[in-house]
């Protein structure tokens, strides 16, 4: 199991998980878009796209980082996911009501994606 913790693995890793998850969640949000624009769903389908768009593109994320870093998968998923939450918090326009729970799915996705990265 190799180890990358120090000279900047961490470092590199975060930023290749965090990567990975924004481009994710760019690519599969607009998919989401056009799926609600060109199909009967409403508009409201949207809030639950973005929640499963936000999971699957941390747990990719933190997959990555905890396979690059190749230890502590846990933590390598839950540093990615805190800096797409600080990235939304900054873009988004601050904390909102619902920002407790995706506080906890980003939190939780991001460390399960670390730790199977790491496996």
């Known amino acids: 199991m190799k180890n990358n913790m120090t000279h900047g693995g961490s470092l590199k890793a975060t930023l290749m998980g965090l990567a990975v998850a924004l481009l994710l969640m760019l690519g599969l949000s607009g998919v989401a878009t056009l799926i609600v624009h060109f199909s009967p769903l409403s508009q409201t389908a949207?809030?639950?796209?973005?929640?499963?768009?936000?999971?699957?593109?941390?747990?990719?994320?933190?997959?990555?980082?905890?396979?690059?870093?190749?230890?502590?998968?846990?933590?390598?998923?839950?540093?990615?996911?805190?800096?797409?939450?600080?990235?939304?918090?900054?873009?988004?326009?601050?904390?909102?009501?619902?920002?407790?729970?995706?506080?906890v799915y980003c939190s939780l996705s991001g460390m399960v994606g670390g730790i199977f990265g790491v496996r």
């Open 46 to 103: 949207l809030a639950g796209a973005a929640v499963l768009v936000n999971v699957l593109a941390l747990l990719a994320g933190g997959f990555i980082a905890g396979q690059i870093n190749g230890a502590k998968g846990l933590l390598s998923g839950l540093t990615v996911a805190a800096a797409a939450l600080a990235l939304m918090i900054l873009l988004g326009g601050g904390f909102d009501d619902g920002m407790p729970l995706k506080i």
